[in-house]
């Protein structure tokens, strides 16, 4: 049985974090990288394995340190990922392909296919990563980073700000819907979208100086190089769910748009009333348990049931302080 996930840090002041011991280093022969930024760069320094395959614990410690991502809101992508993504009996993660590092596979359904497994975490309309559809859902591409710059020139006079990631979030659902004939945008991917849009504004802007303007220089060196700059100090306040939720709140208001996806064709858009949205985020936990988890999961037994009640148990514990009520989709332990 894995043990709980770490608890907040004490100190969650700003503070250099691309130090000497935690340096930038190039990738070395076979270490694994994915589609999110953050992470990636926390393994090039060293605040997780730089071969890219972490536990959920060392996850939670390093978004946390090299962060100052709030507990609530690590424990919830971590473990959200970790069920899908994961292996829950050997406790490891990749945060990019499938790798035989994270140890024997459990029996299908399950696909234990790391970070950059389709459509269960990761998905479309993605800020610097093209659609799966498109065939890599998770390199840097550079004429989504070029669109981005031009988006930030013209809305935020040259930075990535909450008011540029509010027009460049809507652009990429809009250019998904006109190219991508399979576009989802429904639970969870609805609300990763939006909540990766606020991130790069809150955990990519030096904590100095946290004003929620970011270069695209700095971002050039987190989206494409998962580097700090130098000297680069971590937020200057631990940032979880409801700062997160209020940034999300100031993307989705310019341009709110419920989540579906496309019928099998371009320009196909219906409005899915089945997936879990904005006015109900319980639903996105329950339906990510009883639909996404107990998918890849039918029928448990032994060490593997025990692991995964014991991660669901992990990943509901930021969700009781938002009022919601547990569910056991194996039974209750
Ligand atoms: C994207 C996982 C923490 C910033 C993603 C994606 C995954 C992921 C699976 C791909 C989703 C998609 O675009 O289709 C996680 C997990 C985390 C975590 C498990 C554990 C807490 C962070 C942190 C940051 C961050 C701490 C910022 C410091 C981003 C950004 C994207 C992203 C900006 C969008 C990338 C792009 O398309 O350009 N993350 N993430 N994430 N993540 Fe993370
Ligand atoms: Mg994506």
Sequence with gaps: IPSPPPGPMNDTSAKAVNTPVNSWLPLADGDIRGPCPGLNTLASHGYLPRNGIATPAQIVDAVQEGFNMGNDIAIFVTYAAMLVDGNLVTNLLSIGGKSSLTGTDPPAPAIVGGLNTHAVFEGDASTTRADAFFGDNHSFNESLFQELVSFSNKFGAGNYNLSVAAQFRFQRIQDSIATNPTFSFVSPRYYTAYAES????????????????????????????????????????????????????????????????????????????????????????????????????????????????????????????????????????
């Design 198 to 333: 606020v991130f790069p504004t809150v955990f990519f802007v030096d904590g100095r100086v946290a004003n929620g303007q970011l270069s695209m220089d700095v971002a050039r060196g987190f989206f494409q190089n998962m580097s700090m700059p130098p000297g680069f100090f971590r937020t200057n306040k631990s940032a979880g769910l409801s700062a997160i939720a209020t940034g999300i709140g100031q993307v989705f208001l310019p341009h709110p748009i419920e989540p579906g996806s496309n019928q099998g064709a371009v320009n196909t858009y219906e409005v899915n009333p089945n997936s879990a949205d904005f006015t109900n985020f319980c639903k996105l936990y329950t339906d990510f348990v009883n639909n996404t988890v107990k998918g890849l999961y039918p029928n448990p037994t032994g060490d593997l049931l025990n692991a995964l009640n014991a991660n669901l148990g992990f990943f509901f514990q930021p969700l009781a302080g938002q009022g919601c009520a547990q569910v056991f989709p194996f039974g209750q332990p």
